[in-house]
Nanobody, 124 residues
């Protein structure tokens, strides 16, 4: 059974850092493109970052460029999202999502498999 489990969320002050992890089980993560998607209260889901399964192509939404870093460790079947210089508007539930194949897309509608999400709250 294909499963994605996020961890690493929590409460952080503005300017702080968090590292989210997405651990996969039941399938080989190396063959899937992975995206990180967030949903703030009362707002639509928003693609934050994604990474391809092949050439390591990476994309970020403009609002997180220079602050967030996505990476994958295929040996550990895990994808990470390092979030630095956090801002209050980054408060949201963060999901990782997977789609079969090589190509990563920032559009969250393109992903077939989803984790349960992890809450990130940025507040002083």
């Amino acid at each position: 059974q294909l499963q994605l489990v996020e961890s690493g969320g929590g409460l952080e002050q503005p300017g702080g850092s968090l590292r989210l992890s997405c651990a996969a089980s039941g399938f080989t993560l190396a063959y899937y493109a992975i995206g990180w998607v967030r949903q703030a209260p009362g707002k639509e889901r928003e693609g934050v970052s994604c990474i391809s399964s092949s050439d390591g192509s990476i994309y970020y939404v403009d609002s997180v460029k220079g602050r967030f870093t996505i990476s994958r460790d295929n040996a550990k079947n895990t994808v990470y999202l390092q979030m630095n210089s956090l801002k209050p508007d980054g408060t949201a539930v963060y999901y990782c999502a997977a789609r079969p194949g090589r190509i990563a897309t920032i559009d969250w509608r393109d992903y077939a498999y989803w984790g349960q999400g992890t809450q990130v709250t940025v507040s002083s």
